[in-house]
């Protein structure tokens, strides 16, 4: 059920330039505010400093303003918010759910490689052992006392909530299962919080009611459930759309250097040709 006034986003990350999958989905998620007199917002998700990029983050507003795709009220930056975020790690460390771990990735890889099984959570990362989860009181004062660098776990067996549901736009109710993410980073050593957090923090201070965004997000959609549920934010309602597919019917990705908007741009083709391609490729409002 979608709620009576509609607030959607589209959440990009500037970590390369809009492709025409992105456009999809900022096309989707202003199609449902517009059509519902709701209101469209823009969100540059630059929280990982490795990947993201100034002139990618300008990039995203050039692009998107070329398209004639406007949105509601200013851009919010999540690089300019991250007392925000860390008081929202506070509040789950005050609750005893969360615990330094000072594993590096390839810790991790070797204690995973002696076990028999190697599971994945649902976002591809391995399952995290829970190594850093059994220090004793000690053992962690002492690590951190030395200045080793550590990131922050949820403990999810102490997090979890049972019965939590989200509703699907065109489905109903979904079941959430957040405990296949294990003990899931909420931040990283290089970086100040996760995308799970701070995606699931600013569509609740930005009031979303409407999550629309790709189909492969689904899966952390139950993991940004639980975090709602342990923080006591609103919960919105989710369209995921199916993605955008190439000629060989291979998903659009930076990685696989998909033609961005700009080399359409530059190739002289007009936007409003775009618009109607991705006007024939929008899912009906349910
Ligand atoms: N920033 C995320 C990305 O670019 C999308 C976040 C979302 O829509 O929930 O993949």
């Given at each position: 059920?979608?709620?009576?006034?509609v607030?959607?986003?589209?959440?990009?990350?500037?970590?390369?330039?809009?492709?025409?999958?992105?456009?999809?989905?900022?096309?989707?998620?202003?199609?449902?505010?517009r059509?519902a007199?709701?209101?469209?917002?823009?969100?540059?998700?630059?929280?990982?400093?490795?990947?993201?990029?100034?002139?990618?983050a300008?990039?995203i507003?050039?692009?998107?303003?070329?398209l004639?795709?406007?949105?509601?009220?200013?851009?919010?930056?999540?690089?300019?918010?991250?007392?925000?975020?860390?008081?929202?790690?506070?509040?789950?460390?005050?609750?005893g759910?969360?615990?330094?771990?000072?594993?590096?990735?390839?810790?991790v890889?070797?204690?995973?490689?002696?076990?028999?099984?190697?599971?994945?959570?649902?976002?591809?990362?391995p399952?995290?052992?829970?190594?850093?989860?059994?220090?004793?009181?000690?053992?962690?004062?002492?690590?951190l006392?030395?200045g080793?660098?550590?990131?922050?776990?949820l403990?999810?067996?102490?997090?979890?909530?049972?019965?939590l549901?989200?509703?699907?736009?065109?489905?109903?109710?979904?079941?959430?299962?957040?405990e296949?993410?294990?003990?899931?980073?909420?931040?990283?050593?290089?970086?100040?919080?996760?995308y799970h957090?701070?995606?699931t923090?600013?569509?609740?201070?930005?009031?979303?009611?409407?999550?629309?965004?790709?189909?492969?997000l689904?899966?952390?959609?139950?993991?940004?459930?639980?975090?709602?549920?342990l923080?006591g934010?609103?919960?919105?309602?989710y369209?995921?759309?199916?993605?955008?597919?190439?000629?060989?019917?291979?998903?659009?990705?930076?990685?696989?250097?998909?033609?961005?908007l700009?080399?359409?741009?530059e190739?002289?083709?007009?936007?409003?040709?775009?618009?109607?391609?991705?006007r024939?490729?929008?899912?009906?409002?349910?």
């Amino acid at each position: 059920m979608v709620p009576m006034s509609v607030t959607t986003r589209f959440a990009p990350s500037p970590t390369g330039y809009l492709h025409l999958g992105h456009a999809f989905s900022a096309f989707n998620a202003r199609k449902r505010a517009r059509d519902a007199g709701g209101r469209f917002l823009l969100r540059l998700e630059d929280i990982d400093p490795a990947r993201c990029r100034p002139e990618f983050a300008a990039a995203i507003v050039e692009d998107l303003n070329w398209l004639g795709l406007d949105w509601d009220g200013p851009v919010r930056v999540q690089s300019e918010h991250l007392a925000e975020y860390r008081a929202v790690l506070d509040r789950l460390a005050a609750q005893g759910l969360v615990y330094p771990c000072f594993c590096t990735r390839s810790d991790v890889m070797r204690e995973l490689s002696a076990s028999a099984a190697a599971p994945h959570a649902p976002d591809g990362a391995p399952l995290y052992p829970g190594t850093c989860r059994r220090l004793s009181p000690r053992q962690r004062a002492d690590r951190l006392g030395a200045g080793e660098r550590w990131a922050l776990r949820l403990d999810m067996a102490a997090a979890l909530r049972p019965g939590l549901f989200y509703e699907e736009a065109g489905e109903g109710r979904i079941a959430c299962h957040p405990e296949a993410f294990g003990d899931v980073v909420l931040a990283r050593k290089d970086a100040p919080a996760s995308y799970h957090l701070c995606v699931t923090h600013d569509d609740a201070v930005q009031g979303v009611t409407l999550v629309t965004r790709g189909e492969d997000l689904r899966p952390s959609t139950d993991l940004h459930r639980l975090i709602q549920a342990l923080m006591g934010w609103p919960v919105p309602a989710y369209a995921h759309h199916r993605l955008i597919v190439d000629t060989d019917g291979k998903r659009l990705a930076k990685r696989n250097r998909a033609v961005t908007l700009r080399d359409m741009r530059e190739r002289g083709i007009p936007p409003m040709e775009i618009i109607e391609r991705l006007r024939a490729e929008a899912p009906p409002a349910p």
